[in-house]
């Protein structure tokens, strides 16, 4: 039996609300993800500094909050959803926080945040051992 073309796309919007409710359970349970939405981040280790590069398309630079604490970077903000009645939702809004743990020191208060066509790069140094002449 085909499926009228209303029954379509009410099994479709069933399905991406599963897939909404499926996403908000595994960022409960994810430890270093929280709130409504989730961007994606890629952290590249560059020598000497960490990249860390967060899609945040639609986000101003005044809804992004940025800490770092020991090994810890924590990027929260938030996106209002758009005025008007839904055909089809798709982009996520509401508040999000990921925390990013390092796998090395860091140097505290160096870090370095830019955000451009919607990507913020945050650099951070690494946090290095110095040398202790010996007598």
């Known amino acids: 039996m085909e499926l009228e073309r209303s029954d379509r796309w ?25 709130g409504d939405w ?8 560059e020598g000497d500094s960490f990249r860390i590069v967060i899609d945040v398309p639609g986000i101003k630079p005044d809804d ?14 938030h996106r209002d959803a758009l005025e008007g009645r839904y055909v089809r939702a798709e982009r996520p809004a509401g508040f999000f926080r990921r925390m990013l ?6 140097i505290e208060g160096q870090a370095q945040a830019s955000l451009k066509q919607g990507v913020l790069e945050i650099v951070v140094p690494k946090a290095r051992g110095r040398s202790v002449p010996v007598e």
């Open 101 to 106: 743990t390092l796998p090395e020191p860091i």
């Open 64 to 77: 992004l909050e940025l800490e770092e604490e020991g090994r810890t970077i924590t990027v929260a903000g």
């Open 38 to 45: 989730s961007p994606a981040v890629d952290l590249v280790d």
């Open 10 to 34: 009410a099994s479709i919007e069933k399905l991406l609300e599963l897939k909404k409710r499926i996403e908000a359970l595994e960022s409960r349970l994810g430890g270093d993800v929280y």
